[in-house]
């Protein structure tokens, strides 16, 4: 790392003439033991003092590495010059370029899909920086940041230097004379918004102007998480103990009632939303089921918000989070049969989309969109696959979907300034919505189903029991335990098994009972069958029904083995 200052150039020029390639020039650098060495080794020091050695990788969740150079005597004008023309000859392509600074994006690449690269003159000093666009997995850089800044400070202004000495002045002003009056972006407005002040952990936390909602919407969700897990190891030990004190099985019992206990939380399913309890799509979104869920969420949350809170404005932003949330909520509840839902990741995804929708327009400056768009895409491909057990990629397709026609409708509003309409027109989507697949969508009765079933299998255990444990008795004892016991519980077996075939279930689980419920009916008819055998006395008339009622049995069986009895689940 050096500081260019004047003199360099003709120390350079008197080492020869004409073009210098970029190597040649650093290599002369290197070896000249004149002003080179010597301003090499002052920069070398002024680093050292104020700490400004790089290391390989930056962390972070927007890592980044700052190199500060003071400019040795340049004014600011010849020295953005000097970075302009660097950039260019590095293919960088600049998005800004006044005279307070310079802002531009690194190519696309297997290694790297874009850093931004700015400088600013601040008190005399080039503050430049490298800043990784996208999100980063294991927060690092791999070295990306500081490889460009290598390149630019121990590279390419020297080269740039070199090759305009004899004319920056002209060249400088020619630059200056270009710059439009109104440019896309500034300094003032980075085109990455918020996430470029992210410098330290608590930073993330700290609400701010142009970052207010994002900090408190994390806040909130760490709290209702930390006050809903203490809650909940409450509710456990509870459970856990009253199950000690009735001779149950403490574990099962605990299982069995980990469902009520989220559910009593806030959590979502379908039944109950689908039932009137609407007000689940909206608390399940704040609602986590681990440390690491409500971490991941958060960081991803943090990452998204700095990158478009300062763009849509506090209250669309907070009023889009929310409105996604309940999309995606909504989704979830109608592509999931059962279970239990919650997590911010719709709502985060919808975010997602609405920047992807941003990203589709003009609304972002042509290379600062082409560096966002590549980094979105590539972030949300990986994390929407749908692979996994435990996680909702409905609510993350519904959130998705949504958010990308509520960032099209935030841009109508901002381009138009007509801000108050996107949250008007994001509401009205979203009740219009989330109504219908309330009013059409069907409840599925799984709690009945799972008690229907289990009354079932104590009938017929019973059923069994009475029925072939009676052999040892007189035939008038036998004959009245089939009369009496055998036969009402036949008949309720029956109803139970109308009942079954009655209840609404997805389909595959529909096909299932229907098969079940046949099952049922069949069995009931054999033990009318047989106890109408013995009751006659005749051994021959009943004999070809039973047979046929018997392989019956046998054929559904083997039917619903087949299709796996997940009736249940």
């Known amino acids: 790392m050096r500081c260019l ?61 700052v190199a500060v150079i003071p400019l040795c005597g340049y004014n600011a004008s010849h020295y953005l010059t000097l970075i302009y023309h660097a950039f260019n000859n590095l293919g960088w392509r600049i998005s800004y370029f006044d005279r307070d600074g310079i802002i531009a994006y690194t190519p696309i690449s297997w290694e790297s899909y874009a850093e931004e690269v700015s400088v600013r003159i601040v008190n005399n000093h080039a503050v430049i920086k490298s800043e990784c666009v996208g999100y980063q997995f294991f927060f690092t850089d791999y070295g990306k940041n500081e490889k460009n800044l290598e390149l630019l400070i121990n590279g390419e202004i020297a080269y740039v230097e070199y090759h305009l000495q004899d004319n920056l002045e002209q060249t400088t002003q020619e630059l200056i004379d270009s710059i439009p009056d109104n440019q896309f972006i500034s300094l003032d407005n980075p085109p990455m918004g918020y996430k470029e002040k992210l410098r330290s952990f608590l930073s993330a936390f700290v609400p701010k102007k142009n970052y207010f909602i994002t900090p408190l919407l994390v806040l909130t969700n760490i709290a209702i998480y930390i006050v809903t897990h203490v809650i909940m190891i409450v509710m456990m030990i509870v459970l856990f103990m009253k199950a000690a004190q009735h001779h149950g099985d403490p574990a099962q019992n605990l299982i069995r009632s980990m469902e009520d206990i989220y559910l009593s939380l806030g959590f979502s399913s379908r039944t109950q939303v689908l039932n009137g309890q609407v007000w689940r799509l909206i608390t399940n979104t704040f609602l986590h089921f681990s440390i690491m869920h409500i971490a991941g969420n958060m960081i991803v949350l943090i990452y998204i918000g700095s990158l478009i809170e300062s763009k849509l404005g506090k209250w669309n932003y907070l009023f889009l989070y929310l409105f ?171 109803r139970i098994a109308k009942r079954m075939a009655n209840i609404s279930l997805p389909k595959k689980q529909k096909a299932i009972v229907a098969i079940k419920s046949k099952l049922i009916t069949q069995e009931c008819k054999l033990y009318t069958l047989l106890y109408l055998e013995f009751r006659d ?23 619903w083995t087949a299709m796996g009895d997940d009736s249940n689940e």
């Open 537 to 559: 006395n005749d051994p021959v008339k009943y004999r070809k029904e039973i047979n046929a009622t018997t392989q019956k049995i046998n054929d559904l069986r083997v039917d």
């Open 324 to 494: 996604t949330g309940i999309c995606a909520s909504i989704t979830s509840v109608i592509w999931r049969d059962q279970g239990i839902a919650a997590g911010a990741s719709g709502a985060i995804f919808g975010l997602f989309g609405v920047l992807l929708a941003l990203l589709s327009t003009n609304f972002y400056e042509n290379n600062a969109r082409r560096a966002l768009l590549i980094s979105t895409v590539i972030f949300v491909a990986y994390n929407i696959i749908p692979i996994g057990n435990h996680v909702d990629h409905a609510a993350h397709f519904g959130g998705l979907i949504t958010g990308y026609i509520f960032g099209w409708i935030a841009f109508l509003g901002l381009k138009y300034q007509k801000q108050s309409l996107t949250t008007i027109f994001a509401l009205a989507i979203t009740i219009l919505c989330t109504s219908l697949c309330i009013q059409f969508a069907p409840v599925y009765d799984f709690k009945e189903m799972q008690k229907l079933s289990k009354q079932t299998e104590n009938l017929s255990a019973d059923l069994s029991r009475k029925f072939y444990g009676s052999y040892g008795m007189e035939r008038g004892q036998r004959l009245d335990v089939f009369k009496n016991t055998v036969i009402p519980d036949v008949d309720t077996l029956n």
């Open 5 to 65: 200052r004047p003199g360099l150039s003709a120390q350079l020029h008197a080492l020869g003439s004409g073009p210098v390639p970029r190597k040649a020039v650093m290599l002369r650098l290197s070896k000249h033991a004149g002003g080179a060495y010597q301003v090499i080794a002052e920069y070398t020091v002024y680093l050292l003092t104020n700490n400004l050695i790089l290391k390989p990788m930056a962390w972070g969740i927007s890592p980044r590495k």
